[in-house]
Structure formats: structure tokens, C-alpha cells
């Protein structure tokens, strides 16, 4: 099976035992931006004077991420990427979790912390990393070492991952402060005179910036 930038993101950020790695808080935002990052790596959507414009309405056969497609294009309204991270973020997990569960890449089980609270976990079936999350992880480090080598979708994840601020999950064998410093110059030579480059910044800021704001207000 295909498998999406956000269903890539979401086995990044669960651990071997079904929970999230600490990372759960931005998890919707970060799967909202890398729905739009497909998107516009697949020539769906593009920015058009800080707006993202709907070119191409041909599904891409990735469910939560064509239901994407189909709520931008339905909109009237000219929409920032950070505006949509915010609309797209909205119970976005549930979708990537139930379409990893129905092609048999996770699993879900009911548990219970301290015999008290429910909680829902999504370990693979055969307790083992999934063979997409090996294979990624294996290529986004390949990107820190020699990122003329690396892939678009691959350098589009490590992107997320560095806006995100989940370098210690995703990356914990590595010092923290150099691998998020050398993701952040490796997004920014990557993405230099490719188009889809400043759409990949936007989403970054915009990740950011609706991630912190909703946590303020939170508080």
C-alpha cells in the first residue's frame, strides 16, 4: 500500500507499545501540514499570493488526505496555509489511525492506566516497528548525512519534523540541539528554487504559530 506523508508522520510519533512519544499536543497540526505538504507535492494545491489555490481536483487515493482536497475545494473563501492547518487539524489523527488500522499497519486496542482510564493504544500487529516507519526513518537519516540524495516526500518529513519540535521522538540517539539545527538547514537548501519551496516555509510557520497560539489559550 501507498503510504501518505501523514500516515508516515502519525507511525513516527507512536512508540513500539501503541502510545504517542510525546508528541500527542501538535499531532493534529502536524498531520493538517503534512495533508497540505502532499497536496502540493502531488500538484494539487499551490500558494498564490499567500493563499493556497486548488489546481487539480483528481483524487490522489489517500482517503483523509483526498477528503482534504475536497473540503479546500468546496471553500469560497482565500485561505492562508496557517488558516487551514487550523480547519484540517480538527479531529485530523482519527482518520490517519483508522486508515493505518483498516490496511492492517496498526492495530487498536482498549487498555486501561491503573485499571482506571480508558485509553486507546496502536502498536503494530507483531509488536515490530512497521516496515514503512523502518524504511523512512532509515532515509531521513540517510538525508542527514548526504541530502543531495534524498527525496522529496523524504525531506518534506524531516521538515515536519523539525517544525514540529519532535527531534527528541523521532531522533532520540542523536544530540538534539545539532540534528534539529542540521534539519533546519537541510529543508532550507532542499526547498531552495523548487516551487513548492515556499508553500513547505509557510507550513512550517504556520505550523508554529497555530500550535502556539492554541496552547496559550489553553493555559
Same mark, same amino acid.
Given at each position: 500500500?501507498?503510504?501518505?506523508?501523514? =500516515?508516515?508522520?502519525?507511525?513516527?510519533?507512536?512508540? *513500539? $507499545?501503541?502510545?504517542?512519544?510525546?508528541?500527542?499536543? #501538535? /499531532?493534529?497540526?502536524?498531520?493538517?501540514?503534512?495533508?497540505?505538504?502532499?497536496?502540493?507535492?502531488?500538484? !494539487?494545491? @499551490?500558494?498564490?499570493?499567500?493563499?493556497?489555490?486548488?489546481? $487539480?481536483?483528481?483524487?490522489?487515493?489517500?482517503?483523509? +488526505?483526498?477528503?482534504?482536497?475536497?473540503?479546500?475545494?468546496? *471553500?469560497?473563501?482565500? !485561505?492562508?496555509?496557517? *488558516? #487551514?492547518?487550523?480547519?484540517?487539524?480538527?479531529?485530523?489523527?482519527?482518520?490517519?489511525?483508522?486508515?493505518?488500522? =483498516?490496511?492492517? +499497519?496498526?492495530?487498536?486496542?482498549?487498555?486501561?492506566? /491503573?485499571?482506571?482510564?480508558?485509553?486507546?493504544?496502536?502498536?503494530?500487529?507483531?509488536?515490530?516497528?512497521?516496515?514503512? @516507519?523502518? @524504511?523512512?526513518?532509515?532515509?531521513?537519516?540517510?538525508?542527514?548525512?548526504?541530502?543531495?540524495?534524498? $527525496?522529496?516526500?523524504? /525531506?518534506?518529513?524531516?521538515?515536519?519534523?523539525?517544525?514540529?519540535? #519532535?527531534?527528541?521522538?523521532?531522533?532520540?540517539?542523536?544530540?538534539? !540541539? =545539532?540534528?534539529?539545527?542540521?534539519?533546519? =538547514?537541510?529543508?532550507?537548501?532542499? #526547498?531552495?528554487?523548487?516551487?513548492?519551496?515556499?508553500?513547505?516555509?509557510?507550513?512550517?510557520?504556520?505550523?508554529?504559530?497555530?500550535?502556539?497560539?492554541?496552547?496559550?489559550?489553553?493555559?
Amino acid at each position: 500500500m501507498t503510504i501518505s506523508l501523514a =500516515e508516515e508522520l502519525v507511525l513516527l510519533a507512536y512508540n *513500539d $507499545d501503541g502510545a504517542p512519544q510525546g508528541t500527542s499536543t #501538535w /499531532m493534529d497540526y502536524g498531520i493538517a501540514g503534512a495533508h497540505l505538504v502532499e497536496l502540493a507535492l502531488t500538484e !494539487r494545491i @499551490e500558494v498564490r499570493d499567500g493563499t493556497v489555490t486548488v489546481v $487539480d481536483t483528481t483524487p490522489t487515493g489517500a482517503a483523509s +488526505v483526498d477528503a482534504a482536497l475536497v473540503t479546500i475545494a468546496a *471553500d469560497t473563501k482565500q !485561505r492562508k496555509p496557517k *488558516d #487551514w492547518i487550523y480547519r484540517l487539524s480538527k479531529r485530523a489523527r482519527g482518520p490517519v489511525l483508522d486508515g493505518l488500522v =483498516e490496511a492492517g +499497519v496498526l492495530e487498536r486496542r482498549e487498555d486501561r492506566v /491503573m485499571r482506571i482510564f480508558p485509553v486507546t493504544r496502536y502498536p503494530s500487529p507483531d509488536g515490530t516497528p512497521p516496515a514503512a @516507519e523502518v @524504511e523512512r526513518r532509515r532515509l531521513m537519516r540517510e538525508a542527514l548525512e548526504n541530502p543531495a540524495d534524498a $527525496d522529496a516526500r523524504t /525531506m518534506a518529513l524531516c521538515t515536519l519534523v523539525e517544525a514540529l519540535d #519532535w527531534v527528541k521522538p523521532v531522533f532520540p540517539d542523536l544530540p538534539q !540541539r =545539532e540534528t534539529k539545527k542540521r534539519l533546519k =538547514e537541510l529543508g532550507e537548501a532542499h #526547498w531552495a528554487g523548487i516551487a513548492v519551496g515556499a508553500f513547505i516555509k509557510d507550513i512550517q510557520v504556520a505550523l508554529i504559530m497555530t500550535a502556539v497560539i492554541a496552547t496559550t489559550a489553553a493555559s
